[in-house]
């Protein structure tokens, strides 16, 4: 794999480079501070979690099947629970496993999530996983010498 400078891509082709760089950055930022990959799911939220194409090309990079929320507010009702479990491990005097605030109950909540993106069970993912693999390590080693070359090192 050759890398080289290019003066600009054509709009498609940035926007999917855009998307691809930001999941090939987090995937192996990911691999540094030593998270699993594959990682065993990833719950996408936000705006872009509506999105068939990013959702495919996530689980592409990452090699594991996405899910979705089913509530359109999750960041915030997860900023919610967040402050609810720190309130009960307050009064409870103690830290409280994050399960306990929805162990048993997780049907009955809009908690739910709903499978988006399978994979693995398609003809070529795992060939596709392998490619993105390349990329993530290829991705990396550029990252490093534009840290060099500009003397963002510490």
């Not at 009064?91 to 988006?116: H, I, N, W």
Request: glycine share 8%; net charge positive; with cysteine.
């Amino acid at each position: 794999m050759v890398e080289r400078d290019v003066d600009e891509f054509d709009p498609p082709s940035e926007v999917r480079a855009i998307i691809e760089g930001q999941f090939l950055s987090m995937r192996g930022h990911a691999e540094r501070c030593g998270l699993p990959v594959p990682p065993k799911r990833i719950i996408a939220t936000g705006g872009a979690s509506s999105n068939p194409l990013i959702l495919k090309t996530m689980a592409s990079i990452f090699g594991c099947p996405v899910y979705t929320s089913q509530r359109s507010d999750s960041a915030s009702l997860g900023a919610a629970l967040r402050a609810a479990h720190g309130w009960l491990c307050d009064r409870q005097g103690e830290f409280v496993p994050f399960s306990c605030m929805y162990s048993g109950r997780l049907d009955r909540t809009s908690l739910r999530m709903k499978l988006a993106v399978p994979f693995g069970d398609r003809e070529g993912d795992t060939e596709l996983l392998n490619k993105y693999t390349l990329f993530v390590k290829k991705r990396l080693e550029i990252e490093q010498k534009l840290i060099v070359r500009f003397g963002l090192q510490e």
